[in-house]
């Protein structure tokens, strides 16, 4: 366990690090770091001919870099790599020709690669590492001019800036019912939340091989009482690590929001003592692929007493795609921009999905809507044109409905992992578009309608 801890506290500094270092093209540095020189310092005695093993390289893998990542060595030919991982999470070293080791966090793992002439780039090959940072080169003595080493096939760190073209062929997108889910009954609720990996589109036309709580984008909401016992029965169905991190909680960073490997289950238990909209997402490094990737969704705890009936009760969680290719995870190297620019900024996981299939309210009615803004990068300014709202309540601050002052709400501003219950009642049938209202992410899908009585305010 001690170790576990260290290597989180590692992971956490290691994903700060990596975010303040992926952007652009790698630093060149005056003078090589001490452990490349150590490295370079390495020199195989002579050319062994006949396949013998030249010599050791050791790499140390954390969250998410390798040390050192250039290395060079004298000659061409067989070398022991060892690699030893002080990270939080599984990595591995995978180079241009194929040949790969795994190795659990703590623990070593050693493989042979032959080292051509040309020297041999080699990366971590689970999603999101290389763009994070984690590549690297075995260079054979001084390389001439001009040459290059064969490349990472799938492991490149340039941006992709470009979006894909929409696919005709693209399966249809499946309607996410906004409806908010009843409060669940009882005191103690086990839930089963699977993680599951799967293709998902996410506006007309596109793919993204996302990963899931549920096998949703976002993952089922949870609706509980104050003080109720929540248990999250995780099962990872899927082919990489996660975790899970309920701010509806409190416990330690390295207690709960443990790495689940792939066929390993984690129940994360919570008493949930304070009301309000509440994020959950995938904590596993880099957490911002993750989120980007689909990892996140919404808690609700009731306040004391619970919350009286309304006549329409929704449930919307604003976030970003962030493409790569068709049927590929979302682009880390886009999401992580310092200036992001998502394809997609969507309700509920898909682009435009209420815009193309209205949701019916109540004329006259109370509407209440959950929102909670998952990001991972980009605020919500959540309004529902022709309405004003009179009654917000906002991380813990209320603006309550009949208020000595008469003050109303035109929009609430959700940084991400923000959340709101809002009230708001249609004054007449017609149709009520609700967007964020950065209107450059309107036309990115950010909008949706709400239709009261027939939609026709004339008739
Ligand atoms: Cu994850």
Same mark, same amino acid.
């Given at each position: ?97 194929? @040949? ?28 999101? #590492?290389?763009? /994070?940072? *984690? ?81 949703? +984008? ?13 248990? +999250? ?19 330690? *960073? ?40 689909? *990892? $996140?969704? *919404? ?43 998502? %394809? ?17 309210? @109540? ?9 909670? %803004? /998952? ?7 959540? #309004? ?28 609430? %501003? ?9 009230? $708001? ?9 609700? +967007?964020? #209202? ?7 899908? /950010? ?13």
């Amino acid at each position: 366990m001690t170790r576990m801890r260290a290597s989180l506290l590692i992971a956490v500094v290691s994903l700060v690090a990596a975010a303040c270092s992926s952007a652009g093209a790698a630093p060149k540095w005056t003078f090589p770091p001490a452990q490349a020189q150590e490295a370079a310092a390495f020199q195989s005695p002579a050319a062994q001919p006949g396949g013998e093993i030249l010599g050791l390289i050791e790499i140390t893998a954390a969250d998410l870099s390798f040390s050192p990542s250039a290395v060079t060595v004298a000659l061409a030919g067989a070398y022991t790599v060892k690699l030893t991982n002080t990270g939080a999470i599984q990595h591995n070293i995978t180079f241009a020709d194929g @040949t790969s080791a795994v190795a659990d966090p703590g623990q070593t793992a050693s493989v042979t690669v032959h080292v051509p002439g040309g020297g041999l780039m080699f990366s971590c090959s689970i999603p999101g #590492h290389a763009q /994070a940072g *984690m590549t690297g080169s075995i260079t054979v003595g001084t390389m001439p001019m001009g040459s290059t080493m064969p490349g990472m096939p799938g492991a490149s760190s340039a941006p992709t800036t470009a979006t894909p073209s929409a696919d005709p062929n693209a399966p249809a997108y499946v309607l996410r019912d906004a409806t908010a889910p009843a409060v669940l009954p009882g005191t103690v609720h086990d839930v089963d939340l699977p993680i599951i990996e799967k293709d998902i589109t996410v506006a007309k036309g596109f793919v993204v091989h996302a990963w899931t709580f549920g096998g949703t +984008v976002p993952g089922p909401v949870i609706r509980v009482h104050l003080g109720d016992t929540v248990r +999250v029965h995780l099962t990872n169905q899927g082919t990489m690590s996660h975790s899970i991190d309920f701010h509806a909680s409190q416990t330690a *960073m390295n207690h709960q929001m443990v790495e689940i490997k792939p066929g390993e289950t984690f129940t994360y238990t919570f008493t949930a003592d304070y009301a309000g909209v509440w994020m959950y997402h995938c904590g596993t490094a880099p957490a911002l692929h993750h989120i980007a990737n689909g *990892m $996140f969704g *919404m808690v609700i705890v009731e306040p004391k007493g619970g919350l009286p009936e309304v006549d329409n009760e929704f449930a919307f969680v604003q976030s970003e795609w962030y493409l790569g290719a068709q049927g590929e995870p979302a682009d880390y190297s886009k999401a992580s921009s310092g200036a992001p620019a998502p %394809d997609f900024v969507v309700f509920n996981g898909i682009a435009n999905q209420y815009k193309d299939n209205p949701i019916q309210v @109540t004329t006259k009615g109370r509407v209440r809507v959950f929102v909670l %803004d /998952a990001g991972p990068s980009i605020d919500s300014s959540y #309004h529902v044109v022709g309405t004003i709202f009179d009654q917000v309540i906002k991380e813990g601050v209320a603006l309550l409905r009949g208020n000595a002052g008469g003050w109303g709400a035109q929009a609430v %501003d959700l940084s991400p992992a923000q959340g709101a219950i809002i009230e $708001f009642s249609p004054r007449e049938d017609g149709m009520y578009p609700f +967007v964020t #209202h950065a209107f450059n992410f309107v036309v990115r899908g /950010a909008i949706g309608i709400f239709m009261a009585g027939d939609g026709d305010p004339l008739n």
